[in-house]
């Protein structure tokens, strides 16, 4: 079965410095989203991405989050100056076309950013 | 806006029993109901999900649910459960061709 893939899959990093995580949607997939699970709590949208834009954020993703597809098959996220509480698990993941076209959207397996 | 309650926030069963995680949602319109599975330290894989038609829909490993829309409900079943099936379970509903949103997990625990 194909399958999203991120990288790295856990990452230290200190507070104040930029961090990029980086996921390979599914090859023929059109949508891409950003999730993040802090430790003990729910998964939470951030972003979503179509066209080469970003379709929809939420509050969450402030001016120190973007996103990027900077080829044919890499989506990154970058954080630009990490705060202790941007540590979470980020899901990357993508669909076909969009949800409400009855597609599945898949998820990757997840990096998880400590900040310090 | 849409939102997902799972009012169980963990359930302990023993091996062979019946499972049945409960979710409520609530949405204006006909809302797209997810369940998503995720086992320790692994990404979320997709058990099932409704978005019109027969209200009884079967999913990967065993499971089903069942969308009630008089109740807002999409619960999620299992007749009898593996060690395997410890982990957290996650419902989620979609409204837009963009986002989901989830409910806060419901851990299973299953004893031998």
């Known amino acids: 079965e194909p399958e999203v893939t991120q990288t790295p899959s856990h990452q230290v990093t200190q507070m104040g410095q930029e961090v990029i995580l980086r996921c390979v949607p599914i090859?023929?997939?059109?949508?891409f989203y950003w999730y993040r699970q802090i430790l003990g709590q729910k998964v939470e949208f951030l972003v979503s991405?179509?066209?080469?834009?970003?379709?929809?954020k939420s509050e969450i993703f402030d001016d120190q989050f973007s996103v990027e597809r900077p080829d044919g098959s890499n989506f990154t996220l970058k954080i630009r100056s990490t705060k202790l509480e941007d540590s979470a698990m980020y899901f990357c993941?993508?669909?076909?076309?969009?949800?409400?076209?009855?597609?599945?959207?898949?998820f990757g397996e997840g990096s998880w950013l400590t900040v310090v | 806006a849409q939102s997902v309650t799972q009012p169980d926030i963990h359930i302990t069963v023993s091996e062979g029993a019946s499972l049945e995680l409960r979710c409520n949602y609530s949405y204006g319109a006909t809302p797209y109901l997810f369940w998503y599975v995720q086992s320790p330290g692994q990404g979320l894989q997709l058990l099932l999900k409704y978005f019109s038609g027969d209200t009884l829909v079967q999913g990967i490993k065993g499971f089903e649910a069942e969308f009630k829309r008089s109740q807002s409900s999409f619960n999620l079943r299992k007749p009898s459960v593996h060690w395997s099936d410890a982990a957290e379970y996650f419902c989620a509903v979609g409204s837009n061709d963009y986002k989901l949103s989830f409910g806060a997990g419901t851990t299973v625990t299953v004893r031998a």
């Open positions: 993941a993508s669909t076909m076309e969009g949800l409400l076209g009855g597609n599945t959207i898949y």
């Open positions: 090859s023929n997939h059109l949508y």
């Open positions: 991405f179509y066209n080469n834009e970003i379709s929809e």
